[in-house]
């Protein structure tokens, strides 16, 4: 080969390599350019959702409050920011690891990430951890109680002062490390330390509530908020993103509080938001689908009525079941919510590993009017309590028709919704029977059977345990099982007969396990079902 | 043949004539009464408003008669899984619905239907069509009426009762009674009627009311009937007490007082005849006014309690179905705008005939 073919060759072979270079890079551009038109990231997402309490950590405590607010305040462990079962695996948040645990299950040691900073840019100190926990006892934060085991804490609940201490928390800021002391073992700690009532604060926080102006840890942090009319959430540049807890994809997220189902739906369905998560009328739950988008979210929660054992006539065991058997579990959900549940007779949701289906009282009104009868009770009267909500009214009419159905006189009292829970919970009410739900605070069975069921939790005030159901082979048996540090398949089981144990007893008749419509507009994308928060808005996108 | 002559003058002849015409055409004395009532019946649109109003009581009246042998069912009675036959056809209460499909472990998203009017031809059931829950609309509709009627009227031979007791009392007495009812009713008067009727009527329907001998049990319709008759007492013992107190200053009062009559007797056989006009008008105007303020409580949920009906709260039930079925807002909605307009109208009439200088007006 001569020396000027040899150069035309290497440079024929050169224009083929730039060639294909070329057809690789406009390739993969058009395959990136592709991608991004699929997941073009949201400048300002706009949500509606049902009025919350509030936007303090250490105070709120309804679910809408914690979906926002799970994007705000980290806690020392989180939740993985994925769909599935897989959203309930715990992983480090503030901390930098899991924490090592004693053997006698009663130390916790945790250390701090490096470089934590606020969205207001000061840092993450290891003493804000504790601050947040005196905070939260300071101001009487309707989560302390989750808080009593950890060792001086009890004796601190009854004098709370700013300068005053809980023993068992040791922190030290040069080290960032944090340790905890309990006074007996608990299962589910690292879920109760996973609550946003213990996420930090600022040490210059005061103990009054403060809704929206306590700077956050998370990917945005709290710009404005309206009382009862809306709040603004801006990505925080001071947070760091990690394996488990991603950026935000939207820049911005502008959330209107608003109650009604109906303008809420219509505020999706006209394009005037991109997202609502209250609930859809069930006669417009088609309308929406065709006209948005429509995603069912599957929580853990279950709706039941309970039946105050102290009270007649549901003192009496076969008046508890009568009533069990005369609800038709099946109709109601159509009744309630267009069919979006499922029926059941579990004090569990079907999401728990401990979950075993029981069907103790199949649907039979005839039989329901014999035990009625049998039991003497023919003609009681029976006030049913609820709570002034839609669907809370129309399944608590409905459930007054049953018990006059079966036989019994039963009359509706319906209490505003920020008063229900606190009158139905004082002794002095003496409240029979009527409507409530209980939606998973943590996933963990003593969420449910420990804060519902257990009689040795039982207050005068403030009692959780509506049907002041008590039963001594059961309250020991969730006290044992309180201590198992792990849920096995035989802890598990042991949690499924407790379940079976009370429902035989049938101090509850639960009734439903709701799915809850999520709406989109058409245009919204990447829609990830965190299973303990609900919508993962860090992660939503333009289509 | 000439006239015979007479020796009267033109002006004696003529008061003879209206002599004689006076002896023939005997000049009738009437009273107030009658004469209210002739003009009254010349006015031709109130009376067709009372018409309608009676229409509209007697029609809920029925309300018993029509559930038990037309549409068979209670105002409470769910129906929602049973099938009615329309024009020969089967067909469901409350259907559709979405479902949990065990085989996809999803769920299959559909709407609910609910059985709409079937204006007689399901053989009187479900004539107005069915709610939410299956019960029967026409039903209700007649049920919360008779409420709505029986927590009206009801308020306002309360509220009247007291606002011209208390009006009687104030402005005959004047002094210090009628500076501690004249604070009352200012006192009262201060408050939106609206916001101070939600106010009393939420309390109250926690726990009743279970003073004085009195027992309410919350949910009892006692509450806003009881709750309207206070809220709105001023807005008649007020005007009352300003006209007893003019009343009070004239001749024939003084000269009771000096027949030595005692204060009952100058307050309920003096006084009282001598307002009853107005207080009659305000009776009617407010009736239609107390109605309109059970509508709003119920609405609100602070009057007439669930699964009682009162067209107050089926408005509300009906509002979250008013893109798919706007016949349960609509029905109650004209059902309230007819009855009020149609008493507001009488009244009105009322007033002119009673005393057509009168300024009698329900304001709040």
Same mark, same amino acid.
């Given at each position: 080969? $001569?020396?000027?073919?040899?150069?035309?060759?290497?440079?024929?072979?050169?224009?083929?390599?730039? =060639?294909?270079?070329?057809?690789?890079?406009?390739?993969?551009?058009?395959?990136?350019?592709?991608?991004?038109?699929?997941?073009?990231?949201?400048?300002?997402?706009?949500?509606?959702?049902?009025?919350? *309490?509030?936007?303090?950590?250490?105070?709120?405590?309804?679910?809408?409050?914690?979906?926002? #607010?799970?994007?705000?305040?980290?806690?020392?462990?989180?939740?993985?920011?994925?769909?599935?079962?897989?959203?309930?695996?715990?992983?480090?948040?503030?901390?930098?690891?899991?924490?090592?645990?004693?053997?006698?299950?009663?130390?916790?040691?945790?250390?701090?990430?490096?470089?934590?900073?606020?969205?207001?840019?000061?840092?993450?100190?290891?003493?804000?951890?504790?601050?947040?926990?005196?905070?939260?006892?300071?101001?009487?934060?309707?989560?302390?109680?989750?808080?009593?085991?950890?060792?001086?804490?009890? @004796?601190?609940?009854?004098?709370?002062?700013?300068? =005053?201490?809980?023993?068992?928390?040791?922190?030290?800021?040069? /080290?960032?490390?944090?340790?905890?002391?309990?006074?007996?073992?608990?299962?589910?700690?690292?879920?109760?330390?996973?609550?946003?009532?213990?996420?930090?604060?600022?040490?210059?926080?005061?103990?009054?509530?403060?809704?929206?102006?306590?700077?956050?840890?998370?990917?945005?942090?709290?710009?404005?908020?309206?009382?009862?009319?809306?709040?603004?959430?801006?990505?925080?540049?001071?947070?760091?993103?990690?394996?488990?807890?991603?950026?935000?994809?939207?820049?911005?997220?502008?959330?209107?509080?608003?109650?009604?189902?109906?303008?809420?739906?219509?505020?999706?369905?006209?394009?005037?938001?991109?997202?609502?998560?209250?609930?859809?009328?069930? *006669?417009?739950?088609?309308?929406?689908?065709?006209?948005?988008?429509?995603?069912? +979210? %599957?929580?853990?929660?279950?709706?039941?009525?309970?039946?105050?054992?102290?009270?007649?006539?549901?003192?009496?065991?076969?008046?508890?079941?009568?009533?069990?058997?005369?609800? !038709?579990?099946?109709?109601?959900?159509?009744?309630?919510?267009?069919?979006?549940?499922?029926?059941?007779?579990?004090?569990?949701?079907?999401?728990?590993?401990?979950?075993? /289906?029981?069907?103790?009282?199949?649907?039979?009104?005839?039989?329901?009017?014999?035990?009625? !009868?049998?039991?003497?009770? /023919?003609?009681?009267?029976?006030?049913?309590?609820?709570?002034?909500?839609?669907? @809370?009214?129309?399944?608590?009419?409905?459930?007054?028709?049953? &018990? !006059?159905?079966?036989?019994?006189?039963?009359?509706?009292?319906?209490?505003?919704?920020?008063?229900?829970?606190?009158?139905?919970?004082?002794?002095?009410?003496?409240?029979?029977?009527?409507?409530?739900?209980?939606?998973?605070?943590?996933?963990?069975?003593?969420?449910?059977?420990?804060?519902?069921?257990?009689?040795?939790?039982?207050?005068?005030?403030?009692?959780?345990?509506?049907?002041?159901?008590?039963?001594?082979?059961?309250?020991?048996?969730?006290?044992?099982?309180?201590?198992?540090?792990?849920?096995?398949?035989?802890?598990?089981?042991?949690?499924?007969?407790?379940?079976?144990?009370?429902?035989?007893?049938?101090?509850?008749?639960?009734?439903?396990?709701?799915?809850?419509?999520?709406?989109?507009?058409? %245009?919204?994308?990447?829609?990830?079902?965190?299973?303990?928060?609900?919508? *993962?808005?860090?992660?939503?996108?333009?289509? | 043949?000439?006239?015979?002559?007479?020796?009267?003058?033109? &002006?004696?002849?003529?008061?003879?004539?209206? @002599?004689?015409?006076?002896?023939?055409?005997?000049?009738?004395?009437?009273?107030?009464?009658?004469?209210?009532?002739?003009?009254?019946?010349?006015?031709?649109?109130?009376?067709?408003?009372?018409?309608?109003?009676?229409?509209?009581?007697?029609?809920?009246?029925?309300?018993?008669?029509?559930?038990?042998?037309?549409?068979?069912?209670?105002?409470?009675?769910?129906?929602?899984?049973? %099938?009615?036959?329309?024009?020969?056809?089967?067909?469901?209460?409350?259907?559709?619905?979405?479902?949990?499909?065990?085989?996809?472990?999803?769920?299959?998203?559909?709407?609910?239907?609910?059985?709409?009017?079937?204006?007689?031809?399901?053989?009187?059931?479900?004539?107005?069509?069915?709610?939410?829950?299956?019960?029967?609309?026409?039903?209700?509709?007649?049920?919360?009426?008779? !409420?709505?009627?029986?927590?009206?009227?009801?308020?306002?031979?309360?509220?009247?009762?007291?606002?011209?007791?208390?009006?009687?009392?104030?402005?005959?007495?004047?002094?210090?009674?009628?500076?501690?009812?004249?604070?009352?009713?200012? &006192?009262?008067?201060?408050?939106?009627?609206?916001?101070?009727?939600?106010?009393?009527?939420?309390?109250?329907?926690?726990?009743?009311?279970?003073?004085?001998?009195?027992?309410?049990?919350?949910?009892?319709?006692?509450?806003?009937?009881?709750?309207?008759?206070?809220? &709105?007492?001023?807005?008649?013992?007020?005007?009352?007490?300003?006209?007893?107190?003019?009343?009070?200053? /004239?001749?024939?009062?003084?000269?009771?007082?000096?027949?030595?009559?005692?204060?009952? +007797?100058?307050?309920?056989?003096?006084?009282?005849?001598?307002?009853?006009?107005?207080?009659?008008?305000?009776?009617?105007?407010?009736?239609?006014?107390?109605?309109?303020?059970?509508?709003?409580?119920?609405?609100?949920?602070?009057?007439?309690?669930?699964?009682?009906?009162?067209?107050?709260?089926?408005? @509300?039930?009906? %509002?979250?179905?008013? +893109?798919?079925?706007?016949?349960?807002?609509?029905?109650?909605?004209?059902?309230?705008?007819? $009855?009020?307009?149609? #008493?507001?109208?009488?009244?009105?009439?009322?007033?002119?005939?009673?005393?057509?200088?009168?300024?009698? +007006?329900?304001?709040?």
């Amino acid at each position: 080969m $001569t020396g000027k073919r040899r150069w035309t060759w290497l440079l024929g072979v050169l224009a083929m390599a730039a =060639g294909f270079s070329m057809m690789v890079a406009a390739y993969s551009a058009a395959g990136t350019k592709h991608k991004t038109a699929a997941t073009k990231p949201i400048g300002t997402l706009r949500a509606v959702i049902d009025t919350i *309490d509030y936007l303090d950590p250490q105070q709120a405590y309804t679910g809408q409050s914690w979906w926002a #607010m799970w994007n705000v305040y980290e806690t020392l462990l989180t939740y993985r920011h994925v769909d599935g079962p897989g959203g309930y695996k715990l992983v480090p948040g503030l901390a930098q690891s899991l924490p090592t645990v004693s053997r006698n299950g009663k130390v916790y040691k945790f250390k701090l990430r490096k470089g934590l900073k606020y969205s207001n840019g000061a840092p993450v100190k290891a003493s804000d951890f504790k601050w947040a926990i005196k905070r939260g006892f300071l101001a009487q934060g309707q989560g302390v109680g989750f808080y009593t085991d950890i060792a001086g804490a009890e @004796a601190y609940s009854k004098n709370p002062t700013p300068g =005053g201490n809980i023993p068992g928390i040791i922190v030290n800021n040069k /080290k960032r490390t944090i340790t905890i002391k309990l006074v007996s073992p608990r299962g589910d700690f690292l879920t109760i330390l996973a609550l946003l009532f213990a996420a930090p604060v600022p040490g210059s926080t005061g103990p009054e509530i403060q809704n929206g102006s306590i700077p956050g840890t998370g990917p945005y942090y709290f710009a404005s908020y309206d009382p009862n009319r809306s709040f603004v959430m801006v990505r925080n540049k001071y947070f760091k993103p990690n394996r488990f807890i991603p950026r935000g994809t939207p820049n911005r997220v502008e959330v209107s509080l608003i109650g009604d189902a109906n303008t809420a739906t219509q505020k999706v369905s006209s394009g005037q938001a991109d997202y609502s998560n209250g609930a859809i009328p069930p *006669d417009r739950i088609a309308d929406a689908k065709s006209k948005g988008h429509l995603v069912l +979210r %599957q929580t853990a929660n279950t709706y039941y009525f309970w039946m105050n054992i102290r009270e007649a006539p549901f003192n009496k065991l076969k008046v508890r079941q009568a009533v069990n058997m005369a609800i !038709n579990r099946k109709s109601m959900q159509t009744l309630v919510w267009g069919g979006l549940g499922q029926s059941t007779q579990n004090v569990l949701p079907p999401t728990y590993p401990s979950y075993k /289906k029981l069907n103790l009282y199949p649907y039979n009104l005839a039989k329901a009017k014999q035990l009625i !009868n049998q039991a003497g009770a /023919k003609g009681a009267a029976v006030k049913v309590w609820t709570r002034q909500v839609s669907d @809370a009214v129309t399944a608590a009419t409905y459930y007054q028709s049953v &018990l !006059n159905a079966i036989g019994l006189n039963a009359t509706l009292t319906i209490l505003p919704r920020a008063t229900y829970y606190t009158t139905i919970g004082n002794v002095n009410t003496h409240a029979q029977t009527g409507w409530a739900r209980w939606l998973e605070d943590y996933p963990h069975p003593l969420d449910w059977f420990d804060v519902l069921l257990n009689g040795e939790r039982i207050t005068d005030q403030d009692n959780n345990n509506y049907a002041w159901y008590t039963n001594k082979k059961t309250n020991k048996e969730i006290d044992q099982l309180k201590k198992a540090p792990v849920l096995t398949p035989s802890v598990n089981k042991r949690w499924a007969a407790v379940e079976k144990q009370i429902m035989q007893q049938a101090p509850w008749a639960p009734w439903s396990n709701r799915v809850f419509p999520e709406y989109f507009t058409k %245009q919204i994308g990447c829609i990830h079902i965190q299973r303990l928060y609900g919508i *993962d808005l860090a992660r939503l996108c333009r289509k | 043949m000439a006239e015979p002559a007479t020796d009267l003058t033109p &002006l004696e002849d003529n008061a003879a004539l209206l @002599a004689a015409e006076e002896h023939e055409v005997q000049i009738v004395g009437r009273s107030p009464t009658y004469l209210a009532w002739r003009r009254l019946r010349r006015n031709y649109v109130a009376l067709f408003s009372l018409g309608v109003f009676l229409l509209i009581v007697i029609a809920c009246c029925l309300a018993p008669v029509y559930a038990r042998h037309i549409a068979h069912t209670g105002p409470n009675t769910i129906h929602s899984s049973e %099938q009615v036959r329309v024009s020969g056809k089967l067909r469901q209460v409350v259907g559709g619905g979405s479902y949990y499909d065990a085989k996809t472990n999803t769920f299959v998203v559909r709407a609910v239907s609910v059985l709409g009017p079937t204006w007689w031809h399901a053989h009187g059931r479900f004539v107005l069509g069915a709610d939410s829950l299956g019960r029967d609309v026409a039903v209700r509709m007649l049920y919360g009426g008779l !409420n709505s009627l029986k927590v009206g009227i009801g308020s306002a031979f309360i509220c009247s009762f007291f606002a011209i007791v208390l009006a009687l009392i104030a402005g005959y007495s004047r002094g210090w009674p009628d500076w501690i009812i004249s604070r009352f009713f200012d &006192l009262i008067w201060a408050f939106p009627v609206l916001l101070l009727a939600i106010a009393i009527g939420s309390a109250l329907q926690v726990n009743g009311f279970h003073h004085f001998g009195i027992n309410i049990e919350p949910g009892s319709i006692w509450i806003p009937l009881l709750v309207i008759s206070y809220v &709105l007492i001023p807005y008649i013992g007020r005007p009352l007490r300003g006209q007893i107190l003019s009343l009070r200053e /004239k001749e024939f009062i003084e000269a009771s007082v000096g027949q030595g009559a005692s204060p009952l +007797r100058i307050m309920f056989s003096d006084l009282l005849p001598n307002v009853a006009s107005t207080a009659l008008v305000f009776f009617t105007l407010i009736i239609a006014s107390n109605i309109l303020t059970e509508a709003g409580l119920s609405y609100l949920g602070a009057g007439v309690q669930p699964p009682e009906p009162s067209w107050g709260n089926l408005i @509300a039930d009906g %509002q979250d179905h008013i +893109r798919t079925a706007p016949w349960l807002a609509i029905i109650p909605g004209l059902a309230v705008v007819l $009855t009020v307009l149609s #008493m507001n109208i009488f009244g009105d009439g009322l007033r002119d005939a009673l005393d057509p200088r009168a300024k009698v +007006r329900v304001e709040h």
